[in-house]
C-alpha cells in the first residue's frame, strides 16, 4: 500500500467541522484514497473514497489536492457520536486480499 | 439493508477446545475477508475469499486456522485446539469486488473470542 500519514489525534468541538489530515505523497496514479472510522466495540467502517475529484456522502466530503499527495476528510457538524479512530487508507491494487492495511490513524475526539 | 452479520457475537471458550465462528456476508458481495483484531492493535489480515477462486490464506498463523466458504454465501472461521493468545476480536468483511482497488469492504462487528 502507498503509506499514509496522520496526526494521532485531534479534538474537534460538537456542531462545528471536524476536518481530519492525511499524506499520502507516494500514492500511484490509479490508487484510490479511503477512510474507515472504528468507533470503540465496533467493526471498522467504511465512509467514503476518491480518486481524483473530491466526493461528497451523507457521511463526508473528501477533499483531494491537484497532486493527489494529501486529503482531508471533513465531517461537517461533527456529533458526540462522530468520536473514534479515523483511518485513511491506500489500498493495493492487485488481486490481494490484504489489500487494507489500517495504520495508526487519528483518534477524534468531538467534544460538548 | 442488511449488513455484515456475525455470530455469536462473544465467545468464551477454554483453552484446547475447538470453535466456529460465522460470517453472513452482504447479498450479492463476490469477496469476503477475515480479520484479527487483539486489544489495542490494529487489524490483521487472515483469509479472502473471491467467488469460487482458491482463497488466499496467507495470512492464517497457523494450521490450527481454517475457513470455509459456499459460493458467494455464508463463511466459518474454525479454530481448533484453542490458544490464549488467539484471544482477539474476529472481524469479517465483504466487498462487491474483491482484490479491486474501488470497492469498498464492508465489515461486521465482530466475534469477540476469549480463550481462558
Known amino acids: 500500500d502507498a503509506k499514509t500519514t496522520q496526526p494521532p489525534s485531534m479534538d474537534c468541538a460538537e456542531g462545528r467541522a471536524a476536518n481530519l489530515p492525511c499524506n499520502h505523497s507516494?500514492?500511484?496514479?490509479?490508487?484510490?484514497v479511503y477512510w474507515y472510522r472504528q468507533i470503540h466495540s465496533q467493526g471498522p467502517q467504511y465512509i467514503i473514497h476518491g480518486l481524483k475529484n473530491n466526493e461528497t456522502n451523507e457521511m463526508a466530503s473528501l477533499i483531494i489536492t491537484e497532486d493527489r499527495k494529501s486529503s482531508t476528510l471533513i465531517l461537517p457538524h461533527a456529533t458526540l457520536r462522530d468520536t473514534a479512530v479515523y483511518y485513511c487508507?491506500?489500498?493495493?491494487?492487485?488481486?490481494?486480499?490484504?489489500?487494507?492495511?489500517f495504520g495508526g490513524g487519528t483518534r477524534l475526539m468531538v467534544k460538548p | 439493508g442488511a449488513g455484515v452479520s456475525q455470530s455469536p457475537s462473544n465467545k468464551v471458550t477454554e483453552k484446547g477446545k475447538d470453535v466456529e465462528l460465522r460470517c453472513d456476508p452482504i447479498?450479492?458481495?463476490?469477496?469476503l475477508y477475515w480479520y484479527r483484531q487483539r486489544l489495542g492493535q490494529g487489524l490483521e489480515f487472515l483469509i479472502y475469499f473471491q467467488g469460487n477462486s482458491a482463497p488466499d490464506k496467507s495470512g492464517l498463523p497457523s494450521d490450527r486456522f481454517s475457513a470455509e466458504r459456499t459460493g458467494e454465501s455464508v463463511s466459518t472461521l474454525t479454530i481448533q485446539r484453542t490458544q490464549q493468545e488467539d484471544s482477539a476480536v474476529y472481524l469479517c468483511a465483504s466487498s462487491l469486488v474483491g482484490g479491486a482497488s474501488n470497492s469498498p469492504l464492508h465489515f461486521g462487528n465482530g466475534t469477540r473470542l476469549t480463550v481462558t
Open positions: 487508507i491506500v489500498p493495493r491494487t492487485d488481486n490481494a486480499g490484504n489489500m487494507l492495511t
Open positions: 447479498s450479492g458481495h463476490t469477496a
Open positions: 507516494t500514492i500511484s496514479g490509479n490508487e484510490y
